[in-house]
């Protein structure tokens, strides 16, 4: 099966914005991260523990602080084609538990989640899945 056949649509939040319409945001459609996108290219993730972590910690002013500033930069991703077992593989070799999800151009089109692979891989592979993702690096 592949990944395109179980992502979920995504919001996103733009590089510009200030870490206090992100967590605005995240409390309204009920997420812990956002996928930052400068158009259509993704470019980062925040979540809400970049704002507590990196922002929020160091007394930075949520009105001032952009979320570029807060992001995380480095992201790991599959593609709308991948077949399930190979995002589950990936999210367990680097301890993630939500993907965004491309297509072939590399635009943005949804992510999947642990709770996305479950309902496919069944509970017993999620469960290893979930095991090799929490385990300390």
């Known amino acids: 099966m592949r990944i395109g056949d179980i992502m979920t649509p995504v919001e ?3 590089p510009g914005a200030s870490i206090q319409r992100a967590a605005e945001r995240m409390r309204d459609l009920d997420v812990g991260a ?5 158009g259509d290219r993704l470019v980062g993730m925040i979540t809400d523990r970049d704002i507590a972590v990196r922002a929020t910690a160091d007394g930075i002013d949520p009105h001032r ?3 570029e500033d807060a ?3 480095e992201m790991h991703y599959c593609l709308a084609d991948d077949d399930v077992a190979e995002a589950a593989e990936l999210m367990k070799a680097k301890q993630i538990r ?3 999800v491309l297509d072939q151009d590399h635009r943005l089109v949804g992510t999947v989640s642990l709770g996305d ?3 496919v891989l069944g509970s017993q ?3 290893r899945t979930l095991e090799q993702i929490s385990k300390q690096a």
């Open 34 to 38: 956002l996928p930052v996108c400068d």
């Open 117 to 119: 692979l479950a309902m």
């Open 12 to 14: 996103t939040i733009e």
């Open 98 to 100: 939500r993907l965004p």
């Open 125 to 127: 592979d999620s469960g």
């Open 71 to 73: 992001m995380t930069r």
């Open 65 to 67: 602080c952009r979320v």
